[in-house]
């Protein structure tokens, strides 16, 4: 007999959670404006809003964790953190941060003015408003096979070269760097091939402009460029991420997902004019450049969890989980982008709830739906979150209307996965009946889906 995948983990420590009933949870998403991020935690069965701060560190972590460094400069855990760093992307200069935002915040803070234009492949959201808010342009470059999303080719999340090059060619003159996000979060977790990092990484230079990864999930990305990519198989994680990111003259990173810590984030790069330009942002929004808002014990557990995620064991584990999910789901002919991403699987609402307008957002409402039924919740990855045109204020309804289960690091077992995929099944089952979806009573001009409040229709 064929010995099945196991988990390369036990578990040490362990947290309850509760159900609710259909009655309690009407109540609290209507309080809650039907609003997942409006609900309070507790009213949760499984979360799988982000897998972003939301894993389970590993006792190695939480030992480093003890031993982490508190002094105010120059700490023992920052010198760690930024060896690790330098290990995994071969960047010798490190800013830490807090987050992933702040770390665009800070850099682009140095290196974005009014009028630019940064091209990329699907900006994240808080790239885009930290884009935005000054003025400039986050120009989308992602390949048009992205939307499709029963289309199944390996490297979804890649950024289309001849858009890339035309804008180059035409406004190369407002271009201050290029940004490719990996894995491709909100193309649906797709990851960047190497043979594109590297195609940008010429093209970039031909026309002399800097590029910077945007490297949340780049293990899971070395992960795919490993079983996917030809040439690569023999490869470990470590060697492939350090040739993804020789691609780049830097990077911004969330260490909340493949770093896998409750809180931060960091600029790496290997221009001194960058990381001098950035510091002193650094110092006035985050805290002094040795800790840039971090206590020297989650440095420490940063460290620590940058070096085990980039171990293929880690990432198997992780992966498979996702495409588990993904397999359950293909047994009840629920459509969701293709492949299963890295981190989460997004489901292709507006091919399920088919009576729901677009201009009532689909994917709200089955975030809504699958809600009620079980107490999951997920986030709209949609037309809420792609925020109206800066211009027109009109909404933008050009790109894919997902919801994303997102499915933390090492916190639930596939027996959650398999209510997951129940619940949604239920809600599956029972599409053709739901007619109407939501609308807005009150937006935020940037970012709205954090706090817009709805209506039920
Ligand atoms: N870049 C990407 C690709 C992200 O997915 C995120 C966060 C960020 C940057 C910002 O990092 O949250 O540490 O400030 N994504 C989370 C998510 C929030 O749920 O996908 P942050």
Redesign the pocket.
């Known amino acids: 007999m064929k010995i099945p995948f196991a988990e390369s983990f036990k578990i040490k420590m362990v947290e309850p959670i509760r159900s609710s009933t259909l009655q309690e949870r009407e109540e609290w998403i209507k309080k809650a404006y039907y609003n997942v991020f409006l609900l309070d935690a507790d009213q949760v069965f499984i979360d799988l809003l982000?897998?972003?701060g939301t894993g389970a560190m590993s006792d190695r972590q939480w030992s480093a964790m003890m031993m982490g460094d508190e002094s105010y400069a120059g700490a023992r855990s920052f010198y760690e953190f930024k060896d690790a760093v330098e290990q995994i992307t071969g960047f010798e200069y490190m800013l830490p941060t807090h987050?992933?935002?702040?770390a665009e915040n800070v850099l682009f803070s140095y290196l974005v003015k009014e009028g630019d234009i940064v091209p990329g492949n699907s900006h994240?959201d808080?790239?885009k408003g930290h884009i935005e808010s000054r003025k400039a342009e986050a120009l989308d470059c992602t390949i048009d096979e992205a939307k499709d999303t029963q289309l199944e080719i390996p490297f979804k999340g890649n950024v289309d070269l001849q858009k890339l090059e035309k804008v180059l060619s035409e406004q190369g003159a407002k271009v201050p760097f290029i940004i490719v996000?990996v894995t491709n979060?909100t193309a649906g977790g797709q990851p960047v091939s190497m043979e594109n990092l590297k195609a940008v990484w010429e093209i970039a230079g031909k026309y002399n402009k800097p590029v910077l990864i945007?490297g949340?999930r780049f293990a899971e990305n070395a992960y795919f460029i490993k079983v996917r990519e030809k040439g690569y198989e023999q490869k470990t994680i470590k060697e492939i991420a350090k040739e993804m990111f020789s691609y780049a003259d830097g990077m911004t990173m969330?260490a909340?997902?493949d770093a896998i810590v409750n809180m931060g984030?960091f600029i790496a790069t290997r221009r001194k004019d960058w990381y001098e330009g950035a510091r002193n942002f650094c110092i006035r929004f985050e805290g002094y450049f040795t800790y840039g808002g971090l206590s020297g014990r989650d440095m420490a557990a940063l460290a620590v969890g940058l070096d085990e995620n980039t171990e293929l064991e880690n990432l198997v584990t992780r992966i498979k989980q996702v495409e588990y999910l993904g397999k359950k789901l293909d047994e009840y002919g629920i459509p969701y982008q293709r492949p299963a991403g890295g981190h989460a699987i997004f489901v292709d609402a507006p091919k399920i709830l088919t009576n729901v307008p677009k201009e009532e957002f689909p994917a709200q409402t089955l975030t809504i739906e699958l809600y009620r039924e079980a107490g999951i919740r997920g986030c709209e990855i949609g037309y809420l979150l792609a925020d109206r045109d800066p211009v027109t204020r009109e909404n933008r309804f050009g790109g894919l209307d997902l919801l994303r289960l997102?499915i933390p690091r090492r916190v639930y077992t596939n027996n959650h996965m398999d209510v997951v995929a129940a619940a949604l099944k239920n809600v599956f089952d029972r599409r053709d009946k739901i007619k109407r979806g939501v609308r807005i009573m009150k937006e935020a001009e940037l970012m709205r889906h954090f706090t817009v409040q709805l209506e039920r229709l």
């Open positions: 982000t897998d972003s987050q992933g935002r702040a994240f808080t790239t996000t979060n945007d949340a969330s909340k997902k984030g997102a």
